[in-house]
């Protein structure tokens, strides 16, 4: 009885139960984050012709730099879920290897992306150009602080593992970063596609 | 001791060959995607549909050889709540088109 007072779960949950509502309330908050990114989709696609005199897409956009990024954050999940598999079968330095590889990959990603942003910034062709640059930053913006932040999120998860070792709690943790960080992939593709090749199309 | 509860959840499916394999087809289907615009060797209108195309097709991809996702019991309020927030980005998304391109009809 004690014990069903002090936790938030039923007393005669198992660790598995716990770990399946909890994994479930996560991808939940990832629908959530869907319906900020449709919304930022559906703002690109009605304001995207909007150039006020400016540079269009076939300007600004660079494919085959693009088709790098595209690349950088595919590997990235690969390398994530690498590591997953490595943790099912208890390896830990495979584990920190694998994320390591999907830190590594993901940084470049974000850097790439930087240096695609501040470009365009320095050229003159920032947010505040035209309805086109607005909506085009908050969108692509938006789905690099994602990145950003799940970089920062698997940094700690790496140093977690590295003091706590794969306890229960590190392992559910890490499993719920894994599907942040494959959602932020699908994102992606929805994000070349609309963004970037239907426009220079 | 506890951390063998976890092993029959959601980590069940997980394997290297699901990985090379979603890896593979989404590689593939990028190429796709990207040969359609810079070679340009297939008339517009048909490029734009194959890029929704194969962009459906890479999500499919990734929802079920990254995220898991398929019909199992175990998989079904993730399906289900999926499913839901699909219909809302549809709405979201081809209302606001739809929307803004009747205002603009009517504005010239």
Redesign the interface.
């Known amino acids: 009885m004690q014990n069903s007072m002090e936790s938030t779960y039923p007393a005669e949950w198992h660790e598995a139960d716990r770990l399946e509502i909890q994994m479930l309330g996560f991808w939940i908050y990832l629908m959530s984050d869907l319906v900020i990114f449709a919304i930022l989709f559906a703002t690109f696609i009605v304001l995207g012709q909007n150039y006020a005199g400016g540079p269009g897409p076939k300007q600004l956009f660079d494919l085959p730099y693009l088709f790098g990024e595209t690349m950088l954050l595919l590997t990235s999940s690969v390398a994530y879920g690498f590591g997953m598999v490595a943790m099912q079968q208890e390896k830990k330095n495979a584990v920190l290897a694998g994320l390591g590889a999907a830190f590594l990959l993901g940084a470049g990603f974000v850097a790439m992306e930087i240096h695609e942003f501040y470009g365009m910034i320095m050229a003159g062709h920032g947010p505040s150009h035209s309805g086109f640059l607005s909506s085009f930053f908050a969108l692509v913006g938006t789905h690099g602080t994602h990145v950003s932040f799940g970089l920062l999120w698997m940094a700690v998860m790496m140093i977690q593992l590295l003091i706590k070792g794969p306890t229960v709690v590190v392992r559910s943790r890490l499993m719920r970063l894994s599907l942040f960080w494959h959602f932020l992939d699908i994102v992606w593709v929805g994000v070349f596609t609309v963004v970037y090749l239907w426009q220079v199309l | 001791m ?2 063998t ?7 069940e499916h ?3 060959k ?3 394999t ?2 593979i087809l ?2 593939v289907l ?1 190429i796709i ?2 040969g ?3 070679t340009g060797i297939v008339p ?1 209108q048909l ?2 549909t194959g ?2 195309v ?2 459906a097709a ?2 499919a991809v ?2 079920y050889y ?2 898991h996702l398929d019909s199992s019991l ?1 998989q079904r ?2 399906l289900i ?2 499913a ?2 699909a219909l ?2 549809f709405i ?2 081809a209302g ?2 739809w929307i ?1 391109h009747t205002l603009n009809t009517r504005m010239m």
């Open positions: 506890e951390q509860h976890i092993e029959n959840t959601a980590t997980v394997s290297y699901n990985y090379i979603g890896f989404a590689v990028t995607s990207f359609l615009v810079l517009k490029a734009v890029l929704f194969a962009a890479q999500i990734h929802l990254f995220l175990s309020w993730n709540t999926i839901f927030t809302l980005l979201f998304i606001t088109i803004m």
